[in-house]
């Protein structure tokens, strides 16, 4: 089934899951210990702001996911920096293109001296900017972006936020069927969620989404995703089915990128 291929987008993310996992179960392990502090100065000027740290000697330290791209720069120092993209030795000075969404972890060979390089129309409040424009998990990070995606989709369909939460509460056109696979129940995104009970494999069939025009819990339920791992597939007529994009683990929220959903004339029912 060559429609239910991994996208580009969707294999780095899956990749990058397993590297993220153990750098935060790191930072988590980390915080059991002494903490150390490494001050920042901030300023902003002309749009930029601008956040300079110098990492001690020994020090190992772990990053926040920022919300959107900015600009790396070593200024100098000997670090090795490990992400989803792999480990990198980097001494002396170095420029680099910052990626949103990415967790990192550091540990610093010598004292080494980084500034990082943001755009923002955000007022400047001292000492407050990092928790305004980052998230500690790339979960977080996740479920922001879909939301922030949720609301570009709106746009592009010409959908007003009153006329998607009026359908959300519309259950005009829905069926209950008997849940094997999955459970509705409340989502850490919005309002409630399908989740799977146990694994399912990819290219599997989660449930039916529509049957003879109706919607099931898994066409009311499912929550969007810039990334899903779920995608409704047309059966026949009147018929949809949600699979499965990759192997789901139990509990695992089952989430679909409602752009499909409204190609196939499917209106979303649960806001993300």
């Known amino acids: ?85 792999g480990r990198k030795r980097l001494t002396g000075w170095n420029v680099m293109e910052g990626m949103a969404g990415r967790k990192r972890a550091g540990y610093a060979h010598q004292e080494t001296h980084w500034i990082t390089v943001h755009r923002t129309d955000m007022e400047f409040l001292p000492g407050r900017m990092l928790d ?72 599997s069939v989660i449930l039916p989404a529509m049957i003879d025009g109706n919607r099931t819990q898994g066409g009311r339920f499912v929550n969007h995703s810039a990334t899903p791992n779920a995608q409704m597939v047309p059966i026949r007529e009147g018929q949809i089915a949600l699979v499965a994009l990759r192997d789901l683990a139990a509990g695992e929220e089952i989430l679909n990128n409602y752009r499909d959903a409204l190609q196939l004339q499917i209106q979303p029912e649960e806001k993300l």
């Open 132 to 203: 305004r424009m980052t998230f500690f998990s790339l979960g977080e990070y996740r479920v922001w972006y879909d939301q922030r995606d949720y609301e570009l989709l709106l746009a592009e369909f010409g959908i007003s936020k009153q006329l998607a939460h009026d359908q959300a509460r519309n259950d005009s056109d829905c069926i209950q069927i008997q849940l094997l696979t999955t459970s509705v129940r409340p989502s850490d995104r919005e309002g409630l969620g399908l989740f799977a009970v146990h694994h399912l494999s990819a290219g």
């Open 1 to 85: 089934m060559n429609d239910l291929l991994l996208s580009e987008t969707e294999v780095d993310l899956l990749l990058a899951d397993a590297v993220t996992q153990n750098i935060e179960l790191l930072e988590e392990r980390s915080l059991e210990h002494e903490q150390l502090e490494v001050p920042a100065f901030e300023r902003v000027h002309a749009g930029m702001y601008t956040r300079q740290i110098t990492i001690p000697k020994g020090a190992l330290i772990t990053g926040r996911v920022w919300q959107d791209a900015y600009v790396d720069i070593m200024l100098e120092g000997d670090i090795s920096v490990a992400s989803a993209q």
